[in-house]
């Protein structure tokens, strides 16, 4: 297997992420993959919304609403997992930031959730003054749960009967890490 590598991603790049992130999403509570997302199997697939957050967001600056910063892991010439970055849109909460990730379900179990999350943390460390790092997981989704803890996020609490997604109903899980700043 090729190595893999994980950077900061550019405009240039967004195709093939979108390439990607459309194939991760539908495997969303598809058979053995725990939900990921709070959205149903039906929409579970990239769409121009989702498209366009990514599209604005990586160029615009952190002062503006809507910014986002992507990096991606990729193997060769195909991207494998990818970790983001985004604003509240409160100004009171602009010390703060919201993260989403995801690795293609070929590549799990190697670590490179693990990497990601170590660039990510020190990325931020030295491009950025943000004092936290916030998060959400659906109840059910142990895998990333404990992955999270594992890396020092912290479960600030949980809402039961958050979603209720294909007749089922899920709980939505807190998170936060200090970065001490």
């Known amino acids: 297997m090729q190595q893999v590598s994980i950077r900061l991603a550019e405009a240039s790049d967004l195709k093939l992420f979108f390439n990607y992130l459309d194939k991760h999403l539908r495997e969303n509570g598809k058979g053995e993959t725990a939900k990921f997302q709070p959205i149903s199997s039906e929409q579970s697939k990239l769409n121009d919304i989702l498209r366009s957050k990514f599209t604005d967001g990586i160029s615009a600056d952190y002062s503006e609403n809507g910014w986002r910063r992507l990096m991606i892991a990729s193997c060769g010439n195909e991207i494998v997992g990818h970790i983001d970055i985004r604003g509240y849109a409160e100004l009171a909460s602009h010390h703060r930031t919201q993260l989403g990730m995801g690795v293609d379900s070929r590549y799990r179990g190697q670590g490179i959730a693990s990497r990601l999350l170590e660039y990510l943390i020190n990325w931020m460390a030295l491009n950025s003054d ?52």
């Open 130 to 181: 943000f004092e936290y790092l916030d998060l959400n997981v659906i109840g059910g989704n142990e895998a990333a749960f404990n992955l999270y803890k594992k890396h020092g996020f912290v479960l600030i609490g949980e809402l039961k009967d958050r979603f209720r997604l294909d007749g089922k109903s899920y709980s939505d899980r807190i998170m936060s890490l200090s970065l001490n700043r």
